[in-house]
Structure formats: structure tokens, C-alpha cells
């Protein structure tokens, strides 16, 4: 069982930049793969960004490639998405999922989720 807590979403301007954290309980978050996603209103959840256990594996959606980082710590138990030149687009509220066995786009796949954080960003 992992529990997810995200945090560092807020209100920034276009092109600005903001870090989301996400936090896992327990002694094996280390050893499951961490995916992002993001939902805006009236869309589907759609994938972001995702890392394989260890960080040695990364997947991006196309429309993030370039803008997106994504990344671990395991021995602080936390996942990041680093976020720069933000659009009017990226608003929604991010989520991290967490799975067993590898990196994955398919957000039904992911066996674990956080409550998501908001990001805004205006013009």
C-alpha cells in the first residue's frame, strides 16, 4: 500500500515555472514507478510524464517534451515535476500515480493515486 501527497501547485503567470512534489509513504515507494497526469475541465485525465523506479527511464507526453523534467529522490520518498515555460494549456490539477513493473502511459494502469494539486496559469 502507498499513499501519495502532492504538493507545489499555485497561480503563475505564462512562461513562468513551477516544481510539484509528490510524496510516498512507506519503505517501497522506492522501488514503484512514478507517473504525472493532469485533468483540465471537461477533459479526460490525460499522461504527463512518467520515471521508472530508479530514474533511469523517462516517458513525456509530446506536449511537454522540452518543458518538463521529471525526477526522484528515494531517499526522501518524493517524486518531482519541474515545469518550465508554462502555457495557458498546462492549467488543470496534476495528479502522481504510483505502479509496480515499469514505466507506463495508460493512467488506468496505475495502481495508486494522490489527490492532486492545482495549476493555474494566466495570462
Known amino acids: 500500500q502507498v499513499q501519495l501527497v502532492e504538493s507545489g501547485g499555485g497561480l503563475v503567470q505564462t512562461g513562468g515555472s513551477l516544481r510539484l512534489a509528490c510524496v510516498g509513504s512507506?519503505?517501497?515507494?522506492?522501488?514503484?514507478?512514478i507517473g504525472w497526469f493532469r485533468q483540465a475541465p471537461g477533459k479526460e485525465r490525460e499522461f504527463v510524464a512518467a520515471?521508472?523506479?530508479?530514474?533511469?527511464?523517462?516517458e513525456y507526453a509530446d506536449d511537454v517534451k522540452g518543458r518538463f523534467t521529471i525526477s526522484r529522490d528515494n531517499a526522501k520518498n518524493t517524486g518531482y515535476l519541474q515545469m518550465n515555460s508554462l502555457k495557458l494549456e498546462d492549467t488543470a490539477v496534476y495528479y502522481c500515480a504510483a505502479r509496480l513493473n515499469g514505466v507506463i502511459t495508460i493512467a488506468t494502469m496505475y495502481d495508486y493515486w494522490g489527490q492532486g494539486t492545482q495549476v493555474t496559469v494566466s495570462s
Open positions: 520515471t521508472s523506479w530508479s530514474g533511469g527511464k523517462t
Open positions: 512507506g519503505s517501497t515507494f522506492r522501488s514503484y514507478a
